[in-house]
């Protein structure tokens, strides 16, 4: 009773910073105690497979809890059984995460893929339907599209633009409105930076929402990452990321994250123990350390995204960016979703070059600075060409519609200085054509 007494009073403590401290000053310390670990300052892994239990009724106690026999009481905590189920630096790791966007729980995973196919065979059934947006990213396309259907789940998608009674008539369309189980949203979209409304995502979840069943909404936020966009504030209730991305940022470690309430995290956590893919104490310590310093990345990221959009829009050899930054009241509901969802323009630049794939791989070809290399969100600028290499899966005639072209080029922006990313990227452009 002692021992619960001082759980619940360092849970007091834990909430309270939470409240004072802003979210990159407990990126340091939130969820780890030094005394339980000889005063380390900085988190051991525990490489370990197993746990030894002080009594067998503690063990009895543990499993109880870990597969959800009962709930625990005031102040008990989660003792470690195996790390298939948990491990300490696992959840300290999951608890640190919750910060930024404000959720109750997180659980990561050994991939972005591993956090998108867990979340989407916990909440799906056969004979359910799937409405998402579009584009997605390859990975997810391929697996919401190739995969699911083999489960007798039925997968319809919409556009950027279209309204909410425009999405309430393409469930209604698909002649199973009453089989809908959840709105699968990606925003900014993957290659394109087409913004989808996460609160018209909620209205409509609410429209086929009954007493009986609640329409979850889901969002991949990998490229807003938790520091430009919070998901959850605007009506989500589970958020998604590659941790590969912005939250690894040194492009050293594979990982995905789910965040969400405490009810929805002990599903896709239960689902995880036995699919088996958390991610390991390695992986846990690699994505620690990249807390610490994801907002001064990610803010140096954002400005010299700001920079690069501002020279691509002046290029003659550019015919179009995409990039939030580049919108404005003309551009209507882009504009909105913009000032009321993002925090920042992101780190994430798409733009046409003039002419089709011969004028995208030169450019791409000439680049010295910049990495030709898919992933994003590292510290190093990245670039790819979507169409032939991340999305190049998706059939083609709905790649041209949604306008993942031949000349569609993407960029992730580093932390180097602004003005050698554009010195790079000007000398390529100049080598087209």
């Known amino acids: 009773m002692q021992y619960n007494s001082v759980c619940h009073s360092r849970n007091i403590i834990l909430y309270l910073n939470l409240i004072i401290m802003k979210p990159e000053s407990l990126m340091m310390s939130y969820g780890y105690k030094p005394e339980l670990s000889a005063g380390a300052v900085k988190s051991p892994i525990f490489l370990t497979s197993t746990f030894a239990f ?16 009962r ?35 997180a659980a990561v995973l050994e991939s972005g893929m591993a956090a998108i196919s867990t979340v989407l065979l916990e909440f799906l059934s056969p004979g359910d339907l799937l409405l998402t947006s579009g584009p997605l990213y390859g990975g997810s396309y391929y697996f919401i599209n190739k995969v699911l259907p083999k489960f007798g789940i039925s997968v319809v998608d919409f556009r950027v633009g279209q309204t909410k009674e425009q999405l309430r008539e393409i469930v209604k369309n698909s002649g199973k409105a009453d089989r809908l189980s959840m709105i699968y949203i990606e925003t900014p979209a993957n290659p394109t930076n087409d913004l989808i409304d996460i609160e018209m995502g909620r209205e409509v979840a609410e429209y086929f929402s009954t007493g009986e069943k609640q329409i979850y909404v889901v969002v991949d ?32 470690v594979i990982a995905g994250a789910c965040l969400g309430s405490g009810e929805l995290l002990a ?18 310590w690699l994505l620690m350390r990249s807390l610490e310093t994801l907002k001064a990345r990610m803010d140096i990221q954002a400005a010299n995204a700001n920079k690069v959009a501002e020279f691509l829009l002046n290029h003659p050899n550019v015919e179009r960016v995409y990039f939030p930054g580049t919108l404005n009241e ?20 798409s733009f046409d070059v003039k002419g089709g794939e011969k004028e995208a791989f030169q450019f791409l070809n000439a680049l010295k600075l910049i990495k030709l290399a898919v992933s994003l969100g590292s510290t190093e600028s990245l670039a790819e060409h979507p169409a032939t290499m991340t999305h190049v899966d998706i059939e083609s005639p709905y790649k041209e519609q949604l ?12 932390i180097e200085n602004h003005e050698d990313i554009i010195s790079d990227m000007k000398q390529a452009l100049e080598s087209v054509g």
């Open 54 to 69: 002080q009594s067998a009724e503690e063990g009895k106690a543990f499993f109880e809890i870990a597969y959800g026999f």
């Open 71 to 105: 709930t625990p009481e005031q102040g008990e905590e989660l003792g470690f059984i195996y790390s298939r189920l948990n491990n300490p630096k696992l959840s300290i790791l999951e608890e640190r995460l919750t910060v930024w966007d404000g959720a109750e729980e």
């Open 221 to 252: 936020n990998t490229y807003m990452g938790p520091v430009w966009q919070q998901p959850l504030k605007h009506g989500a209730d589970l958020v998604l990321y590659s941790a590969t991305k912005y939250i690894g940022g040194h492009s050293d």
């Open 267 to 284: 599903r896709v956590k239960k689902l995880r123990t036995f699919l088996g893919n958390m991610a390991s104490p390695h992986t846990c």
């Open 330 to 349: 003309a551009d209507g509901m882009q504009y909105l979703i913009r000032q009321k969802q993002c925090l920042t323009n992101g780190g994430m630049i």
């Open 403 to 414: 306008r993942i072209t031949e000349k569609l080029v993407r960029i992730s922006i580093g």
